[in-house]
Each structure stands twice: as C-alpha cells, then as structure tokens.
C-alpha cells in the first residue's frame, strides 16, 4: 500500500534517501500475482531490469545469481521463510564481464488475517568491498600464523644450537639473549616497513649503534632485504659484533670496525665487515655456534657464501648474497633506529644491588612478570606486585614506592594512568615495551624505555640507575 498525502510522500522520499545512502536496494515481490517491483539501486546491484516484471515464482532473482549460488540459495530462503518468515543470505552475483560481485539479501514475508503470504519485501546490498577486505584479513591471519611458527622454530633450534655450545648457564642466557635480540631488532625493522624489506645500513644501525659508539663506520647504499634475509643478516652481524666485544676490535677503545656493502652485478650485495686496532687475532682453535651460523647459515640464507678470515691485524669477513635476498624498497621506510643508552647500562654493569628497594611491577604477561619478581628479588629488591591490570595496579598506589617497571600496555589499555600518577609523586620508573621504536610507550615522560626481549639483569640495572639519579 501506498501512502497518499505531502506527508505520505515526504515518509516515503526521506526512506528512498536512507536507503540510498546505506546503498541498500528494495524490491517488494506481490506474491499473490507473482510480479516483482525492483528499484533502480537495487536494478544497479543486481543487473536485473527495475520496475514492475513477472517473478516467476521467486526464480527471477535467483537467475542473476552466480550458477554455484542459485539452487542452494533459492532453498535457503525458501526455508528461513516458511519457519521465521525473515531470511537473510549473502551470495554471489555473476558479471557478464566475469566480475564476482558479494550481495546481501535481507527480507521479510507479510501475511494476510488468515496467515498466507501476500507479500516478501526486502533489501540488497553490494558487500563486495567488505567481502575483500575479510579476505584479506584472512590471508595476513595466515601469514601471522605461518610468520610467528616460523619464529617460534628458529628460536627453539637457536635455543639448542646455544645450549649444546655452552658450559654455564649463565653464558647460555647471556648469549641466548642476545642472539633473540638481534632476532627482535630485525623483526621490529620489518614490522615498521610491514614486512616488505629492511635496510642494511638499519641493521647494522641496530646491532653497532649502541654497543660500539664512535667506533664504528658504515657506508653503503640503500639496500632493502627480504625478512628471511634480513633475519640472517641481523644474527650475522650480532656474531661478529659479539666475539669483536670479547675478543677483537671492540675489545679496546682504539680498535674500529668498517661496515661496507656494495650491490652486486647479479642484482645481490656483498657486505665486508673489517676490525683494525684491535689485539692480534689468531685462527680459533674450535668452532662454537656463531662461527657455524657464518660459515653455513647465513651464506645458505642470503642465497650466497661467507668467508671468514683471522688476519693478525683484525677479522676480516665477507659476505655475498644473491638477488633473492634483496627486496623492493618499501612504500613505509622507518627511521633509523637510535642507540639505547639503557641497554649500555645494563649490559656494562656488574651485578646490581637493589637492597631495601621497594620497586612496583606492572606487566600484563605473567610468566614475564615472575621472572621480573625473581630477578628484582634476587638483586635485593621487595617487589610490589606484579599488578597484571590497570585497575590493580592503580590500586597499589597508595603504599610507598622506590621505582617502578611499567609494561607500556596491559591489555589493549594504556599505563598511562599510573606513569601520571607515579610522576606526580615523583616516583621514577621505567616503561617496558614489545613495542617497536614508532610506539608502545607514553612519549609524555622523561623515562627510560626498554624493548622486549629483556633480561632481568637489564631491568634491574635500568632501576639502580634510576634510584642512584634520584
């Protein structure tokens, strides 16, 4: 029925105006004498003519479908119809070009007095772009999936590779540690530039900035690598810049290291990593973990070769990659990661004490938490908490505290609140985040920021410092 009157008409204009703009289509089907009345959005939907026309019994819409979808659909909603007199569906249209295109189809019976239809009016909607997006949703799902396995797999050999070559445990998780922070810096790179490419002068930024400051040099173009690549780059060079600390040029303060890349002719790169001023270096009388990841992994992955040499004057290496490990430049290039001053601290440092320091743990992950707790712990301090959400941790608050370690996010929530809290009495602390450089920690602050992965050690030299400046 059709309402008469300005008011009739003005209801009925503002309605073609809702639907218009929710991009939905109306049909009315008038069952009694089977014609279907199709509007023109929904004509521009479906492909099917608009205005009045034979329904044939309901066939007529199910014809523009896709063949797969017809039969199938067509009981549908006969079904949802006979036992709830409302059906609702999302189908397939096929294009005469070729083109799918994603339809959603609600609609509702109406029933004379005596409980027979008369009439099925309803609404179509083109979900295409929504159909698309849930896809692609879908694919990062499964490439986070395959991505994270694949992390969970190198960390696991890295973690037996390590054991099976050391003979303490505390130089099991002080080299474990830092080969899974090489790893996290790497991946960190590629999540700013959504894992399309890293730069080399990035990782090498990465490993070197912070640990040998000023007594470094790197030169190259600008090259960008394939995560796998870039994973085996970032071990590579944590290695090298590792046995220069203990053994070579890093050793002592007059020793330097030259970084250098080139492209290659075969669309590759070779990269040579030269320590002069160091101690005079002899050939190792055994091969431990990091001198099988050059000699083997880290050619295999870069798709090339690593050469290793122990000249008197200093280690010399090169290593060669083919054009599979290099990758277009990202339409997203982060900034070039900055030194962080904590990690000198800590990895400096001796044992800290932390005697008589009451020091509140906020962090959401609970086995990350208890060992925050033991390390603190062991190092003199009484722990305050650890508080998983923000509403225990607020309500901690009210006792006295030292210094505090705040997990930037607890649970998709900001820790901001207590970081206010904690400056407006002047409370120190330190944010920890698994946050890469872009984000994760309140930049309102004038505290120290650590990135996960950590070791205890690391924290707790963060706190001592922060209780020695206060």
């Known amino acids: ?52 026309q034979p329904a044939e019994g309901g066939r007529l819409f199910r014809r523009s479908l896709h063949p797969d979808d017809q039969t199938l659909i067509g009981e549908d909603v006969e079904q949802q119809l006979a036992q709830t007199g409302h059906y609702e569906v999302e189908c397939r249209r096929l294009c005469p070009d070729g083109q799918i295109v994603w339809l959603r189809a609600v609609g509702d019976r109406i029933d004379d007095e005596s409980g027979q239809p008369i009439a ?20 990062l799902m499964s490439e986070l999936d395959h991505r994270v396995k694949n992390v969970l797999s190198t960390v696991q050999a890295l973690a037996v590779q390590t054991a099976k070559r050391t003979t303490s445990l505390d130089n099991f998780l002080q080299t474990f540690g830092g080969r899974l922070k090489a790893m996290a810096s790497a991946n960190e790179l ?19 900035g912070a640990l040998a400051p000023g007594q470094a040099r790197r030169e190259g173009p600008e090259l960008f690598l394939t ?28 020793g330097r290291v030259d970084v250098r890349w080139t492209r290659s002719g075969d669309g590759g790169f070779e990269l040579f990593w030269t320590e002069i001023g160091g101690p005079s270096v ?35 290496v090169r ?53 925050l707790e033991t390390g603190l712990s062991e190092a003199g301090a009484s722990v305050i908490g650890p ?29 901001m609140p207590v970081a206010e809290a904690l400056a407006a009495r002047g409370v120190p602390f330190v944010f920890a985040t698994g946050y890469g450089e872009a984000g994760g920690a309140p930049s309102d602050f004038d505290a120290p920021i650590i990135r996960k992965p950590y070791d205890v050690t690391q924290v707790a030299a963060a706190v001592a410092e922060l209780l020695r400046r206060g």
């Open 387 to 415: 508080a998983y959400e923000l509403e225990e941790a607020m309500a901690l608050l009210d006792q006295p505290i030292d210094a505090a370690v705040l997990d930037a996010n607890l649970n998709g929530r900001s820790v």
């Open 1 to 52: 029925m059709t309402c008469a009157g300005p008011s009739g008409r003005l209801n009925q204009e503002r309605l073609a105006l809702a639907l218009k703009a929710a991009g939905l289509g109306e049909y009315e089907w008038d069952v009694a004498r089977d014609v279907i009345t199709v509007s023109e959005l929904m004509a521009e939907i479906t492909g099917l003519p608009a205005g009045e």
């Open 190 to 208: 590629l999540t700013a530039a959504r894992w399309r490419g890293a730069a080399i002068d990035h990782l090498v930024a990465a490993e070197l």
């Open 120 to 139: 099925v009016i309803g609404v179509v909607q083109d979900i295409t772009d929504r159909k698309i997006e849930d896809d692609r949703r879908y694919t």
């Open 227 to 254: 995560p796998r690549a870039a994973n085996a780059l970032s071990l590579a060079l944590h290695e090298l810049a590792t046995n220069a600390v203990k053994y070579g040029a890093l050793s002592v303060d007059a």
């Open 282 to 316: 002899s050939q190792p009388a055994r091969h431990g973990f990091g001198s099988t990841l050059l000699d083997q992994v880290t050619g295999r992955e870069l798709n090339g070769d690593a050469l290793v040499e122990y000249r008197p004057a200093g280690v010399k």
């Open 319 to 371: 290593l060669r990659a083919g054009a599979a490990a290099v990758a277009p430049r990202p339409e997203t290039v982060p900034e070039a990661p900055t030194p962080r001053a904590v990690e000198v601290v800590a990895a400096a440092g001796g044992p800290t004490d932390l005697a008589g320091a009451r020091v509140l743990i906020v962090e959401d992950a609970v086995l990350l938490a208890l060992e």
